[in-house]
């Protein structure tokens, strides 16, 4: 493998398309469309795809807006990376240096930055391997609805990742990084409770409530979460209490979201609860089903070969270089978020314990910490494509240090310079890693020896069951 030929090459082609990048995610931005109706998206996404030479499936996995994009150079490898391209309710499209409450969806998460990244990173590798005559596969996943879709979970369900030897996704973020945190997994599943209804006031005694049933499971699940594991997290709402206090509600759910750092901790918690819900039916005289939903996921399992080689080419090639203007936008959005708030926010978020970067508005180096074994607060969809698949994950500052995700300020940054320059900057590490993971065999079977280990200790099995279509309730 000749490196420098491969980063020379991967220069070349971002210093010619890095602006055109750039302009499809302002336009993916712009687009701002929600969870599986990314119809615009998606449709850019693969006819800038299509026309590098890259051959389209879509749609895949019965989703229209989710497809998979392959350019094959003869034999060898396959890498692939996952770009998403949804956007959120709430948080406005509008470019501004102070909150204006707009409302409407935006690209609160970054997402047209992450899909178009992936794809630049997919092209830009693609050149090369032809350039340099790299043999091996490069495929784009294009993900939709990851803001609770959980659509790499169905098209996992679907085997689509069967063969891929490596995976590499990127992030916006406000530190430039290779993490190892591992997102938790996480379930949603509701009870529905059904009783028996009755005048309140002339014979309840003939009545059985299907709220008490609710009422007691929640307080029973409240003595349960002094006897789980640490770090594992049970939270709920009644979305059905009954409708008014004269009648005995026959009637009634609790929907329950529970997390944990490891996918066989939260099936534990699932089958207590279950036996829960079946003792509350049972002393309440009442019956009870429980339907697991869409909002389902696996833990991360960062694979720490690809991790170590992506977190190596971010050394190398280092983080986005920012403007005088970008500095100056970034201390504006940052102007009213104090320092401990950037601490916590940070330390929060991503397990940053660096006192330097605090005092920025922008973050330019590279974290070097691996995070191994820190558990993340965060749970997503492509912890379950890290169980198929040896996977790893670059973030890069695209947004102010210590602005939240999911804020106004990382709209306006997605659609502005210093998220774009993040994009290019993510996107360059990515490509040539694809180039490098395809080049070194001895490390994609280091990387797989890793994951078949971790999966001989506990295997997978899909989180949603198999009656749960795409687009169905939690
Ligand atoms: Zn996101």
Redesign the pocket.
Known sequence: MDKQAIIASIDRWFAENGGRMAEISKRIWEFAELQFKEKRSSELLMQLLREEGFSIECPVAGMDTAFVATYKNGDGPVVATLG?YDALEGLGCEIADSYRPTGGPGHG???NL?GTGAAAAAIAARRAMQELGIEGSVRYYGCPA??GGSAKVFMVREHLFDGVDAVISW??ANANMVSEARAMAIMSVRYRFTGRAAHAGVCPHLGRSALDAVILMDVAVNYLREHVQPDTRIQCVITNGGKVPNVVPDEAEIWYYIRAPKKQDLDHVFSRMNLIAEGMAHATETAVRWRVGAGASCNGMPNSVISDMLRRNLQLLGGPKFSPEDWEMAKKLNSEVSLQEKAQSMSQMYAINDPEIYKLDLCEYVQTATQRGVVAPYS?DGSDVAWQAPSAQVNTCCQPVGTG??SWQQVVCSGSSIGQKGMLAAARVMAVSFCEALCDREMLRAARAELDAQLAAYPYSCPIPPEVMPGDED
């Open positions: 998403e998460c970054g997402h992450l990851e803001e992030h916006p997503g995700n999911h």
